[in-house]
C-alpha cells in the first residue's frame, strides 16, 4: 500500500474556483458516513430491490464504495492468529467447488482439516474483512480481469473461483481447450475472468533436451501482451520458474546465463534474468496503446522445503505458521522479492505520468510464515509415482492463498480513496512547481 500522504491544508480556492484539496476528502466523508449506516450486502432482497438498485447505482457511480476506512493500513505486515470462531464453515471445500486441480485437492488426499485451515490473517494495526463474494461481483460487473503468470496464479485464479462460488459459478467461455488461456464469464454480472500463461513474462523458449529454458529478455511475451487491451484489471506474478537453468538473450544475441555452466557463456545469475524480465513486462503495460487499465503486481511466493531440495527429498511437515518476530525473510526469498519491488516502483513512477495505475498486492510476508499451507505428500495418492513428490510450492485449497482474494477486495474496495488521495498529492506537486 501507498504511505499516507497529507494533503494541503491550504483550503483557498484555487485559480480555477474550485476547493481541489477539500473535495475529495468531503466526498470520502459522505462516502463513509453512506456506507457505515446502511447496510451492504448482497444478494438483494427481492422487497426492496427498486430502491436498493437505485442506492447501488449511486454509491457505485460516486467512485466512492472503496471508501471503508480512511485509516491506512498495510495488509502485508502481520501475524497469523487463530480463528476466533475455529467451528465456523469453510467458505468452500473440494466436495464443494470443480476448481480445484488435484494435486491441490489436499483434503481430499487425507490431509486433516484441523489446524491449517483454523487461522486468520491479522495485519498490524487494523482488521482485515473477510471475503464477500457478492461485494467483488458486484466491483466486476461488465469488467474483464486477467490473471497472467504461472502456476501460482493459476493456484489463485482456482481459489478465486471457489470463493465465489458460493454465489454464482462462471461458464467457460475460452477461445480454445488450450489449458494455458483460460476464460470464464460470470453471467449474472456480465464479468470475465482469464488466465493467461508464461512462465517467465517474456518470450521463453524451453530447449530440446528439456529443463533448461532460453529466455529473451527484451521481447513481449504477446501471448500475455496482445490480450491487454480488452482488459479492466491485470494481476500479474512470477517467480519459481527463474529457478531453472537459463539462457539469457538480448538483441538475439546470448548475452549471459544461469546454472548453464559453460566457459563461453557469462554466469550472470538468476536475479538479472528476473529483473529484466520485470522491466520488460512492465514496458509491455507502459507501452500499450489500448490498455487503460489497473495492473497489480503480486509479489514473490515462497516456497518451503526443508532437509533437502525438491528432488532430494525436501519436505514441508510443519503444522503451524511461523510467528512474524520469530521468522524473517531473508536469502533468496528476499532477493527475488527485493528486485520485484524495484522494478515495481520504477513502473509505478512511470506509469504516474501516463495515468496508468500500478499497485502492489504484497503477499510475500503472509505466505512466508505459513510453511504448513502446502500440499506436501496430501496432492496425490501415496502409491502414485509423481514427479514432485512432497509439493512444498504451491498451495492446498482451500488454504492460505484465499487470503489473497481477501487482499485483493480490500484493495479494490480502497481504490476511490486512494486515487482521491493522488489527484490531491498531483495537483498540490503541480501548484508548489508553478509557483
Request: hydrophobic letters at 35%.
Amino acid at each position: 500500500m501507498m504511505p499516507h500522504r497529507q494533503a494541503s491544508s491550504d483550503l483557498r480556492p484555487c485559480k480555477n474556483g474550485k476547493y481541489r484539496a477539500l473535495m475529495p476528502i468531503l466526498c470520502g466523508a459522505f462516502a463513509l458516513f453512506i456506507l457505515t449506516t446502511v447496510p451492504f450486502s448482497f444478494p438483494l432482497e427481492s422487497s426492496s430491490a427498486v430502491a436498493a438498485a437505485v442506492f447501488r447505482s449511486q454509491i457505485f457511480a460516486s467512485g466512492n464504495l472503496s471508501i471503508l476506512s480512511v485509516v491506512p493500513c498495510d495488509l502485508a505486515v502481520g501475524d497469523w492468529i487463530p480463528n476466533p470462531n475455529p467451528n465456523a464453515a469453510l467458505p468452500y471445500t473440494n466436495d464443494t467447488c470443480w476448481a480445484i486441480h488435484e494435486h491441490l485437492n489436499c483434503l481430499k488426499y487425507g490431509r486433516p482439516v484441523d489446524g491449517f485451515l483454523r487461522w486468520r490473517w491479522r495485519p498490524d494495526g487494523c482488521e482485515l474483512p473477510a471475503f464477500n463474494p457478492a461485494q467483488f461481483l458486484e466491483l466486476m460487473r461488465h469488467k474483464a480481469f486477467a490473471f497472467v503468470g504461472d502456476n501460482i496464479a493459476r493456484n489463485h485464479v482456482q481459489s478465486l473461483i471457489c470463493l465465489l462460488s458460493k454465489l454464482e459459478y462462471p461458464i467457460d467461455v475460452s477461445p480454445s481447450r488450450d489449458e494455458h488461456f483460460k476464460r470464464w464469464k460470470y453471467m449474472s454480472y456480465n464479468f470475465t475472468m482469464t488466465f493467461l500463461w508464461t512462465t517467465h513474462l517474456v518470450r521463453s523458449e524451453e530447449s530440446t533436451t528439456g529443463g533448461t529454458y532460453n529466455l529473451y529478455l527484451d521481447e513481449f511475451d504477446e501471448f500475455w501482451t496482445s490480450q491487454m487491451g480488452r482488459l479492466d484489471y491485470l494481476v500479474i506474478s512470477s517467480g519459481q520458474w527463474f529457478l531453472h537453468p537459463m539462457f539469457f538473450h538480448e538483441n538475439r544475441q546470448v548475452v549471459g546465463c544461469h546454472d548453464c555452466f559453460l566457459n563461453n557463456v557469462s554466469e550472470l545469475g538468476i536475479y538479472h534474468g528476473y529483473r529484466k524480465a520485470f522491466r520488460t513486462a512492465f514496458k509491455a503495460i507502459l507501452s500499450s496503446d489500448s490498455y487503460k487499465g489497473i495492473t497489480y503486481m503480486r509479489s514473490f511466493s515462497p516456497a518451503h522445503f526443508e532437509n533437502g531440495l525438491w528432488n532430494q527429498g525436501g519436505n514441508c511437515l510443519r503444522t503451524e505458521p511461523f510467528r512474524s518476530k520469530d521468522s524473517a525473510l531473508e536469502g533468496m526469498n528476499l532477493e527475488f522479492y527485493m528486485t520485484q519491488m524495484e522494478e515495481f516502483r520504477r513502473a509505478e513512477r512511470e506509469g504516474r505520468k501516463k495515468g496508468l495505475k500500478f499497485r502492489l498486492l504484497d503477499t510475500t510476508q503472509a505466505m512466508w510464515l505459513r510453511p504448513d499451507g502446502h500440499p506436501s505428500k496430501y496432492g496425490h495418492w501415496p502409491e502414485e509415482n509423481v514427479s514432485l513428490y512432497n509439493d512444498c510450492v504451491h498451495w492446498c485449497l482451500p488454504g492460505p492463498i484465499d487470503i489473497w482474494s481477501d487482499f485483493l477486495l480490500h484493495m479494490l474496495k480502497m481504490e476511490g480513496i486512494r486515487s482521491a488521495q493522488e489527484r490531491v498529492q498531483y495537483d498540490h506537486e503541480t501548484e508548489l512547481n508553478q509557483r
